[in-house]
């Protein structure tokens, strides 16, 4: 650019030249101002101080650095931190005491920080506790009820919302009120539709698992779960996570179906809803596509709730401080060394048995087996 200018050309015209501002030119050309181009600093570097005028003196940080070891090795508190460094320097009564940030600085500078960082592990995969889990990833429906919603005027809004977890294949029924019958025919609906999954996950409402003041309560879509042969899994109480999946779907649905539109009547929630949900399976349907194959739905096949129960039924929840759980209205024994932590009980109605295996979210494919205990579900028939 200076070899164009000393050309006689103009600065306008060498900038336009090189694709840069004329300011850039005007300084290259004050820089080599009065000498030749070999004997100019082309470095680019800014004129002035290379050190900031206010930074620390190489002095002050040896003196800050020898303080914090003899605080380490001689003192009787054992403290030797930026504060600890301030406080010695105020003791000795030193003329220049830098602030706590700055210490923290000059100790970060001089490579005396050895405190942890918070270590992050990597996430585990999703369905980790399920059975299994080196087999390869399963389907699992989610369902969940969205509550109380209320159309100007006073009509009630209850939505039943599912999604799975691996192809994203969501669905939405909104209704007056949400019972357990009705629970079964959304079910139904669905998976004579799409197929069956794997896994079918719920909360611990009533409409899911059925009355909880009575013991060895199995209730009506726990049933058509295991007539069906797909695994009902009931996540732990009160704990976040395990249906976070689902819980994401409600809030988006709340999001792009409640609150985007003003509703008069229920029939107008449910024909949104609708629109809603076509939309999202057509954007997913790659993933919908990938997931996990779903076993057809069985020609001909009628619910019947009075069928001798069998197959398993998959609860996640914690031990007490003493390592017991109390499930079905019963009480077990799992393990002394494992309090307050996470299982997964599996009640096979097949084999009378629960068993009971340690879930860690860090080791997420090895599952140990705590204990198994023998259980014998009564024979009643079914209160319709």
């Not at 592990?121 to 390869?136: E, H």
Request: glycine content about 6%; some cysteine.
């Amino acid at each position: 650019m200076v070899a164009e200018v000393r050309k006689h050309r103009s600065l306008r015209a060498v900038a336009r030249q090189f694709h840069t501002s004329l300011s850039v030119v005007q300084r290259w050309v004050a820089r080599a101002e009065g000498r030749s181009l070999d004997e100019v600093d082309w470095s680019g570097l800014p004129a002035g101080c290379r050190q900031s005028a206010h930074r620390t003196s190489p002095k002050l940080e040896q003196r800050v650095l020898a303080i914090r070891k003899f605080l380490r090795e001689k003192s009787d508190l054992g403290e030797y931190g930026a504060e600890a460094i301030q406080r010695e320097m105020q003791a000795r009564r030193l003329k220049h005491i830098p602030s706590l940030r700055t210490l923290g600085r000059i100790l970060e500078r001089g490579g005396a920080l050895d405190g942890r960082r918070r270590r992050r592990y990597k996430a585990p995969p999703p369905g980790w506790y399920l059975p299994n889990p080196a087999a390869g990833p399963a389907e699992v429906d989610s369902f969940d009820i969205i509550e109380d919603l209320v159309i100007r005027g006073g009509q009630d809004v209850n939505v039943l919302t599912g999604i799975s977890l691996h192809g994203g294949l969501c669905e939405a029924w909104p209704e007056a009120q949400i019972t357990a019958k009705r629970t079964v025919q959304a079910l139904l609906q669905h998976w004579r539709q799409f197929g069956l999954p794997d896994y079918a996950k719920f909360d611990n409402g009533t409409v899911f698992h059925g009355p909880h003041q009575f013991s060895d309560t199995f209730g009506r879509v726990t049933r058509l779960c295991l007539a069906l042969g797909v695994t009902p899994v009931f996540t732990p109480p009160l704990i976040r996570g395990f249906q976070a999946d689902i819980e994401a779907f409600n809030r988006r649905w709340q999001d792009k179906v409640w609150r985007r539109f003003q509703f008069t009547a229920r029939p107008e929630v449910q024909a949104q809803s609708q629109r809603y949900v076509r939309a999202c399976r057509d954007r997913h349907a790659e993933r919908i596509a990938s997931a996990p194959a779903r076993r057809a739905f069985p020609r001909g096949w009628e619910l019947d709730l009075q069928t001798p129960l069998q197959g398993q039924v998959i609860y996640l929840r914690y031990t007490t401080e003493k390592g017991y759980l109390s499930l079905l209205g019963h009480t077990f024994e799992v393990s002394d060394v494992w309090c307050q932590r996470l299982v997964r009980a599996e009640v096979d109605l097949t084999h009378h048995q629960v068993r009971f295996y340690a879930l860690r979210r860090r080791d997420p494919h090895n599952h140990l087996l705590l204990r198994t205990h023998e259980y014998v579900p009564p024979i009643k028939p079914f209160s319709e």
